[in-house]
């Protein structure tokens, strides 16, 4: 009779078991950054994709109208009017919200009515970056990634003393503090807070050329003075922004100066969101740097290094400097 033979498997040890728990480990701590970066990429190619087509909508504009929508069309200063970019829906792919708004019935835009909601609560998702990770609404308002350039603006803070943080606004910057301007020569970029009548900038008065100038950027609204980012709202810097403010200042957001206190920062009166100083500045999520549309219609991811004076000169339409974003 013959024998039957037991083949008999090792078992992993205990060594081998943590030897390869560690090499997995390992891998998966290369692959991650990868992969993280994938998806960045995929995100800031939305948001790229985002500005193109706020680009087509203010090219669609300006050849219907013959300008740009001005920043906020309005009478009374303290009456929040339609935005710029209310003004660009029926030249997106939104002609159902455009439809259903009253654009020349004036009061207040939070009242104008979009299928039972509040203008302001209306989602319109090319005005979102993905790359964004603050909440896309609040208080039941509908928060936007983009703004519109005041150009090279001051934007003096509510508290005196922390004006001496400012990057500082340098010659040749616009004559009007936060954009508040009647008059389209105060404001050295594409938008103001406030005009008189509908009409914007055309492209003629951009006299630094369309290629060279800052249209649109992104900002974070949760770092912007009472968290108002709503698209359709043109007060405080929910629908422009200024190229005096450095790039991605302050992305930290602190709520409020003992919120800044607290974390240990210096000067943290002048750290909150309601220093002007700094809120008023473009900023984004994206590491090291912040997407702008450009007059052409182009757009491009400008570093955070960027020098302050070449940034301002590229919010500016008619400084006359010389910029090379080649160098």
């Known amino acids: 009779m013959a024998r039957q033979v037991r083949s008999f498997r090792r078992a992993f040890t205990l060594v081998e078991l943590l030897v390869v728990i560690a090499i997995i480990g390992t891998l998966v701590g290369l692959l991650l950054p990868a992969v993280q970066a994938a998806r960045e990429a995929s995100r800031r190619s939305s948001c790229q994709n985002n500005l193109k087509q706020y680009g087509l909508a203010l090219q669609n504009h300006h050849d219907t109208m013959g300008y740009i929508p001005s920043g906020a069309p309005t009478t009374p200063w303290g009456t929040p009017f339609l935005s710029w970019q209310a003004s660009i829906m029926p030249f997106i792919e ?24 509040d203008l302001r609560s209306t989602k319109i998702k090319m005005a979102r970056c993905p790359s964004d990770t603050g909440a896309d609404d609040m208080w039941g308002w509908f928060q936007g990634s983009y703004s519109g350039s005041l150009g090279s603006q001051r934007t003096p803070s509510a ?99 003992a919120a800044a206190q607290q974390k240990g920062v210096p000067n943290p009166q002048c750290w909150a969101k309601s220093n002007w100083n700094y809120s008023w500045g473009f900023r984004s999520r994206h590491p090291g740097g912040a997407m702008f549309l450009f007059g052409d219609g182009h757009t491009q991811m400008l570093p955070e290094t960027i020098d302050h004076t070449t940034y301002q000169r590229l919010g500016g339409r008619r400084d006359g400097g010389t910029i090379n974003l080649d160098e």
């Open 94 to 117: 939104q002609t159902g919200v455009a439809s259903k708004i009253k654009f020349n019935s004036g009061g207040d835009e939070r009242f104008r009515n979009i299928d039972g909601h």
């Open 159 to 257: 508290d005196g003393n922390c004006n001496q943080y400012l990057g500082f606004a340098e010659s040749p910057a616009g004559q009007a503090d936060h954009g508040n301007a009647w008059n389209f020569k105060d404001i050295s970029g594409m938008f103001s807070r406030l005009v008189t009548e509908q009409k914007g900038v055309t492209f003629s008065m951009v006299q630094d050329g369309l290629s060279k100038t800052i249209f649109v950027g992104e900002m974070l609204p949760e770092c912007h003075d009472h968290d108002e980012g709503f698209w359709s709202f043109n007060g405080k810097n929910n629908a422009h922004a200024s190229t005096s403010v450095p790039i991605n200042t302050m992305t930290t957001c602190y709520d409020s100066q």
